[in-house]
C-alpha cells in the first residue's frame, strides 16, 4: 500500500487528483464553521441531548451538526435518495430500462432524478428539524421568514456537498460521497479522544475495558478488510473457437463474486429507519398526538402526555434495549440480501456467458447457470448479512459491557472508515495499472 501511494504521488496526473480531494476536504472543514445566526447555543444543546437521531447525523456529518453550520444536514438526503432511486430502478421497469439500455445518457438522467429526490427529501428534513428547533426556543427570531430561511440555509449546505461530491468523483480519486462521509466521521475521532482522555482524568474510566475494546477494534478492522477483500471465484471455461483453418483452445477464468456486495449502506439504512420513529416522537412530546394514536392501536392504559408516551416508548425501544438491537439486527440481515440482489443481477451474468460462448464446467447454460450462481450468491450473502448484523450490534453492546461509552457508534464508523479506504487505494492501483498498460501498448 505504501509503495502504491509513493508511485502515486510521483505520478502528475494522479499527484493532481489527491491534492484535489485533500482541498476538497479543507473546503468541508472551513463549511462545518459557516454557523447558521440566531441560535441560542445553550438551547441547541439541550436539544442534541435529547435526540439519538441528531447525534446520528453529526456522526456523519464531522461534528456540523453540533455546531450547527449551514450544512448540518450532512449528506444524508442525498445518500437516502440514492438507495430509494436505487430501489425504484429495480420495482420500475421504466427506470431499469433506463439504466440498463440508456447508456450513457441513461445514467444521466437518474443522477438527475436523483438530485431532484434530495432537494424534496433535504426540504422534508430540513423543515422538520427547523420547526422542532422553533418549538424548542433555539432561534431567538420566531418568525416565519427566520423559519424559511433556515430551511432554506440547510437545504442549499446538503445541496453544496452533492456538488462537492461529485467534483470530487469527477477530478479526484474515489466516490466523493463515501469520501465525504469518510472524512465526516474521521474528523469526530479527536473529539472522542479527548473525551475519553477526560475521563480517565475523572478516574471514571475502566483502563482494561478500554484496552479490550481497542484490541477487539482491531479484531473488527482485520475482519471488515477480510470481508471487503474477500471474493467467491467461480470457475469459467471458454469454448474452443475456430478462427480460419486455426483452432483456438478455450481458455479457464472465473467470475468473481464478492463476500460483501451491500458494503455499509445496509446498515446506514437500518440505522435511518430506526432512528426516524424516535425522532418523530420527540417532535410531538409536547402534545397528546402520540398518546392519542396509542389509545386507538391498543387498550392498555397509557398516559394521556405526549412526552410521558415518548419517553415511554424511548426507553423501551433506545439503543441500549434488547428489542432495538433485535431489530437492527433483522433489518441489517435483510437489506444486506436485497441490496445484494440489486447490485448482482444474476440472469445477466448468466446471459453474457452465453452470448460469449463461456461456461460454468459442470453446469449447462442458460437457467441452470442462473439457479447455480444463485445458489452461490444465497450462501455469500448469508454469512455476509449474519456478519454484518453482529457488526453492527456486538461492538456497541460490548462498549457498553466494558464501559466505553464516549465512541458513538464504533462498528459503523469503523465499517465505513475501512471500506472507503479500500476502495480508494483500488481506485488509486486502477489508474497506475492503467498508466503503465498505456505505457506498454506505446512502446
Known amino acids: 500500500m505504501l509503495q502504491n501511494l509513493r508511485a ?100 444521466k438522467k437518474i443522477s438527475q432524478y436523483t438530485r431532484w429526490l434530495t432537494i424534496v427529501l433535504g426540504i422534508v428534513q430540513a423543515s422538520t428539524m427547523s420547526i422542532n428547533m422553533q418549538r424548542a426556543g433555539v432561534f431567538y427570531d420566531n418568525s416565519t421568514g427566520f423559519l424559511i430561511y433556515a430551511i432554506v440555509a440547510f437545504v442549499a449546505g446538503t445541496l453544496f456537498l452533492m456538488w462537492l461530491g461529485e467534483q470530487i468523483s469527477d477530478k479526484g480519486i474515489g466516490n466523493g460521497v463515501s469520501l465525504i462521509i469518510f472524512v465526516g466521521i474521521v474528523l469526530r475521532y479527536p473529539t472522542y479522544v479527548a473525551q475519553t482522555v477526560q475521563l480517565g482524568q475523572r478516574e471514571g474510566l475502566n483502563v482494561f475495558g478500554l484496552v479490550l475494546f481497542i484490541a477487539i477494534a482491531l479484531i473488527t478492522i482485520v475482519s471488515i478488510v477480510f470481508m471487503y477483500q474477500g471474493q467467491r471465484r467461480i470457475p469459467v471455461q471458454q469454448a474452443r473457437r475456430v478462427v480460419g483453418r486455426k483452432m483456438f483452445a478455450g481458455r479457464s477464468s472465473y467470475i468473481p463474486l464478492r463476500l460483501n456486495n451491500a458494503g455499509v449502506i445496509s446498515i446506514i439504512f437500518a440505522i435511518s429507519i430506526l432512528l426516524l420513529p424516535q425522532q418523530a416522537l420527540s417532535w410531538f412530546q409536547h402534545s397528546g398526538v402520540a398518546a392519542t394514536w396509542l389509545h386507538l392501536i391498543g387498550p392498555f392504559d397509557l398516559p394521556t402526555n405526549g412526552a410521558a408516551v415518548s419517553l415511554a416508548l424511548q426507553t423501551y425501544f433506545s439503543p441500549n434495549s434488547l428489542l432495538y438491537n433485535l431489530a437492527y439486527f433483522v433489518l441489517v440481515v435483510v437489506f444486506t440480501f436485497f441490496y445484494s440482489s440489486v447490485v448482482v443481477n444474476v440472469r445477466d451474468i448468466a446471459d453474457n456467458l452465453k452470448k460469449s460462448g463461456s461456461f460454468i464446467p459442470g453446469i449447462r447454460p442458460g437457467q441452470p447457470t442462473v439457479e447455480y450462481i444463485q445458489r452461490i450468491l444465497f450462501r455469500i450473502t448469508t454469512v455476509a448479512a449474519v456478519y454484518l448484523g453482529l457488526l453492527a450490534v456486538l461492538p456497541s453492546t460490548m462498549q457498553r459491557g466494558l464501559g466505553v461509552t464516549t465512541f458513538y457508534l464504533g462498528s459503523t464508523s469503523l465499517l465505513i472508515v475501512v471500506g472507503v479506504a479500500l476502495d480508494t487505494m483500488t481506485q488509486i492501483e486502477a489508474r497506475l495499472a492503467m498508466r503503465d498498460y498505456k505505457g506498454f501498448i506505446k512502446r
Open 8 to 107: 502515486a504521488i510521483l505520478v502528475p496526473d494522479i499527484r493532481k487528483r489527491i491534492l484535489f480531494v485533500f482541498g476538497a476536504f479543507a473546503l468541508f472543514v472551513f463549511m462545518i464553521h459557516v454557523q447558521l445566526p440566531g441560535v441560542d447555543e445553550a438551547k441547541w444543546q439541550n436539544l442534541l441531548r435529547e435526540g439519538t437521531f441528531y447525534n446520528f447525523l453529526g456522526f456523519l456529518s464531522g461534528g456540523a451538526l453540533q455546531k450547527l453550520s449551514i450544512i448540518a444536514m450532512g449528506i444524508t438526503p442525498y445518500i437516502n435518495a440514492s438507495i430509494i432511486m436505487q430501489l425504484m430502478t429495480v420495482v420500475l421497469p421504466q427506470l431499469e430500462e433506463l439504466a440498463k439500455k440508456g447508456g450513457e445518457e441513461g445514467r
